[in-house]
C-alpha cells in the first residue's frame, strides 16, 4: 500500500495550510506565532477572496478567550500555490469534497520528502479500503477516480481530528472560542517518526496534541458521533440538544451510533464511551448545532460523502449492515440536490 519516504529534515520546517478557515486559520495563526519564536521554518497559507485579501493587508488576526483584542499576525497568503516553493508540511483544513479539485497542486507543493496532513470531519481520502485484488484503495466518495491516492499518496498522510471550537467573524480574522487539541496519528504497522516530529512541532506552537494509537479508534469516535448527529440535526433542522429530547429522534441516533460502532469494530477500532453517555452529553449543549446544520441552514454544499457517503463504503467493503445511516444520508442527498 505504501512506499518508503525519506525522513523529515533535521532543520526547522516549512508549513503551509491550505484552508485557512476557522480550523485552519487557528492552526496557522499559532504556527506563525510559534514561527517568530524561531521555533519552525516559513508559515504560509492558501486563501481566496475576501478572506485572502484581509490577510494579505492586515495579517492572519486572531482572537482567543485569553486575548479578546485581535493579535495580527504577518504571514505569506497566497490563493495559487504554485506560487510557494515545496513544502516540508502541508496541512489541509478544507471540507473532505474540496480536496479533490486540489489534488495536483497539493502534490505539487510538497517536498519530495513532504509530509500531508489533512484535519477532517469523515473518513480522509487515505484511508484504506481493500480493492478486491489484494490492494488498497481510498472510498470513492472522497476521492473519485483515485487521484489523490494516485498523485499524492496514502504514505505522505498523518491523520489529524480537531477537538475544539473556532470560528471566522469576519475576514482575515479567526476565533478560538472553545480550546481544545489535536489527535493525530497513523494506522497501526505504519512508521510513527514522523507523526512524533510533527506533534513535538505543534505543541510547540502552543497545541495540546493526543497521539491516540490506533489512530482509527480516534477516527471512528468521531464518527460515532458525527454520523448520527450531524444526520438527525440536518433532516430535523433543530440542534442535537433538541432532537434528543425527542424519544423517536434519540433512538434514532442511537441506532445510527450502534451500526457505526460494529463498522468500526470490523476495522479494528474501538469506541470505548457508550452510546448512552454520548447521548446524554449532545442533550446537555443546548446551543450546539453540527457542521452539516450549519452549511445546511448557510445554503451551502453539505459535507455528506466525507461523514455518510464514504462511511457505508467502508460497511460495504466489511458487509457491515448501516440501514438507518443509509436511510439519513440518503434523504440528506435528496435534500442536498434542492440547495
Known amino acids: 500500500m505504501t512506499q ?90 478544507l471540507k473532505g469534497h474540496q480536496i ?43 476521492d473519485p477516480g483515485g487521484v489523490l491516492w494516485r498523485d499524492i499518496g496514502p504514505e505522505r498522510a498523518i491523520g489529524a481530528i480537531a477537538y475544539f471550537g473556532a470560528s471566522v467573524p469576519e475576514p482575515g480574522l479567526v476565533a478560538l472560542e472553545i480550546e481544545g487539541y489535536l489527535d493525530i496519528g497513523r494506522l497501526p504497522g505504519e512508521d510513527r517518526a514522523d507523526v512524533d516530529r510533527v506533534a513535538e512541532l505543534l505543541r510547540g506552537a502552543g497545541w495540546m496534541i493526543r497521539t491516540t494509537e490506533p489512530y482509527q479508534n480516534s477516527l471512528w469516535t468521531k464518527l460515532f458521533s458525527n454520523c448520527a448527529f450531524n444526520s438527525v440535526a440536518a433532516v430535523t433542522r433543530v440542534a442535537s440538544a433538541r432532537a434528543m429530547q425527542d424519544p423517536v429522534l434519540r433512538a434514532l441516533a442511537g441506532d445510527i451510533m450502534e ?10 477500532a474501538e469506541i470505548r464511551m457508550t452510546t448512552e453517555k454520548r447521548l446524554d452529553l449532545a442533550e446537555r449543549n443546548a446551543s450546539f448545532k453540527p457542521s452539516t446544520l450549519q452549511d445546511l441552514e448557510k445554503g451551502r454544499h453539505m459535507e455528506l460523502e466525507p461523514i455518510f457517503g464514504a462511511t457505508i463504503a467502508v460497511a460495504k467493503a466489511r458487509g457491515i449492515p448501516c440501514p438507518k445511516l443509509e436511510l439519513m444520508t440518503a434523504i440528506l442527498r435528496a435534500v442536498q440536490e434542492t440547495l
Not at 517568530?36 to 492586515?58: F, M
Open 100 to 142: 479533490p479539485a486540489m489534488a495536483a497542486r497539493l502534490s505539487r507543493l510538497l517536498a519530495p520528502h513532504g509530509r500531508i496532513m489533512p484535519v477532517v470531519n469523515g473518513v480522509p481520502w487515505w484511508y484504506p479500503l481493500p480493492d478486491g485484488q489484494g490492494g488498497f484503495h481510498g472510498a470513492e466518495e472522497v
Open 259 to 268: 451500526e457505526v460502532r460494529a463498522i468500526a469494530a470490523a476495522e479494528g
Open 4 to 93: 518508503p519516504l525519506a525522513p523529515l529534515p533535521d532543520r526547522p520546517l516549512n508549513v503551509c495550510v491550505v484552508g485557512p478557515g476557522a480550523i485552519g486559520g487557528v492552526i496557522a495563526a499559532r504556527l506563525a506565532l510559534a514561527e517568530k519564536g524561531g521555533a519552525l521554518g516559513a508559515v504560509s497559507v492558501v486563501a481566496r477572496g475576501s478572506h485572502l485579501k484581509a490577510i494579505r493587508t492586515y495579517g492572519l488576526r486572531i482572537t482567543t478567550p485569553d486575548q479578546p483584542d485581535p493579535l495580527a499576525l504577518p504571514v505569506t497568503a497566497v490563493e495559487n500555490p504554485a506560487e510557494l516553493p515545496p513544502q516540508d508540511l502541508v496541512i489541509t483544513a
